[in-house]
Every structure is written in C-alpha cells, then in structure tokens.
T-cell receptor
C-alpha cells in the first residue's frame, strides 16, 4: 500500500532555531498537507499544497510540494515553545482518504 | 461554528465491556473516519465511511464496530474482542475537496 516516510522521527532544538522536516513517498499525490497535533488534542491543518513545486507560507511556517509530487518539506523559522507537538505530513489523491506519515515529535528547549 | 465533536474526552472501560465513542459533525461532510493513536505514534485507520449506511474496514478494524445511520454521526464501539484498547481515538471528516477536519479526541483507558 501507499506509505509516507517522514523524518526526522523526533527533534529537540533550542528556542529560536529553524526547524526542517520532510516526507517522501513512492506514490504520487495530488495534494500534500501538513498537520500539527498539540498534546491531548486532534491534529490541526497548517498548510495545504496543491501544485507541484508550490511553495507556501503561513507565518513562520513554509512548506513546499516537490516537483515530482512524491515529496514535501516543512520549515519552521525561529522556533518558540508553543511549536512543541507532533507534526504530520499527509498525501491525498483527489477525493480519497489521506495517507499519513508517522509524525515528527518536536521538543523545544527554552 | 461548524466543527466535529467527540465525546467523552476521557473514557474508562472495564475488562470485557463494550464502550461507544461518539463523533458528531455539522460540516455537512460526506466522509468520516476513525483513527487510533498510541503514545508517540502515528495514526492508524480503524474504519471509514464515505456515505450514509456504508462503511469500510481500515487497517486495524478487528475488535471495533461502527455504524453510519445519519450523515452527522459516526459512532465507534470498542468491543471486548479488542485486547489492547487503551489509546487515543480520533474522528475526522472530509468534504468534497481536500483534507480532514479532526475532532479533539477521546482517550480510552482500560481499568
């Protein structure tokens, strides 16, 4: 079946540092999505990407949809303590259920 | 405001009991999903439903059951056949285009 390989599995960084995480797949997706999950809550959508090569920003977050439609990265600039959580990438073929990566656990040292 | 509501937030189950987790949405979404999340782990699909009165097994359906009698509601029953039910359960819905909206989750603990 379809799988997404998300890395790194976890990160422990200093407040103010930039963060980068990525997802790769052997399958092509129409849409890539990035979610953040706070402890004890459901995931919340951060960024959605629709076009190959698309680069999208949302505040301190920047994500790109790979040109082959098989990968994506998420960058967080100048991390702050509230960035703590689990970040999930997800790929979607139009109208179908999402395929999720295993998540990147982000811990920020203040 | 439109959204998806899961209840209860915390649930305790005795050995051998069946328990039902509620998921209600007012987003007019056709598709609904149930995921299980273990500590520090990713999301595993239990069941999903793309229209009323129809549902499909996901990757880990054994020990669970669902119903979809109304568009707004997709309850999940954790049966006594599920040997390791302690986990965080997430419900999600999807509209016509893209992406899921998630509920805030139910944490189930076996006591």
């Amino acid at each position: 079946g379809q799988q997404l390989n998300q890395s790194p599995q976890s990160m422990f960084i200093q407040e103010g540092e930039d963060v980068s995480m990525n997802c790769t797949s052997s399958s092509i997706f129409n849409t890539w999505l990035w979610y953040k999950q706070d402890p004890g809550e459901g995931p919340v959508l951060l960024i959605a990407l629709y076009k190959a090569g698309e680069l999208t920003s949302n505040g301190r977050l920047t994500a790109q949809f790979g040109i082959t439609r098989k990968d994506s990265f998420l960058n967080i600039s100048a991390s702050i303590p509230s960035d703590v959580g689990i970040y999930f990438c997800a790929g979607q073929l139009y109208g179908n259920k999402l395929v999720f990566g295993a998540g990147t656990i982000l811990r920020v040292k203040s | 405001d439109g959204g998806i509501t899961q209840s209860p937030k915390y649930l305790f189950r005795k050995e051998g009991q069946n328990v039902t987790l509620s998921c209600e949405q007012n987003l007019n979404h056709d598709a609904m999903y149930w995921y299980r999340q273990d500590p520090g782990q990713g999301l595993r699909l239990i069941y999903y439903s793309q229209i009323v009165n129809d549902f499909q097994k996901g990757d880990i359906a054994e020990g669970y059951s669902v119903s979809r009698e109304k568009k707004e509601s997709f309850p999940l029953t954790v049966t006594s056949a599920q040997k390791n039910p302690t986990a965080f359960y997430l419900c999600a819905s999807m509209g016509i285009l893209w992406g899921y909206t998630f509920g805030s989750g139910t944490r189930l603990t076996v006591v």
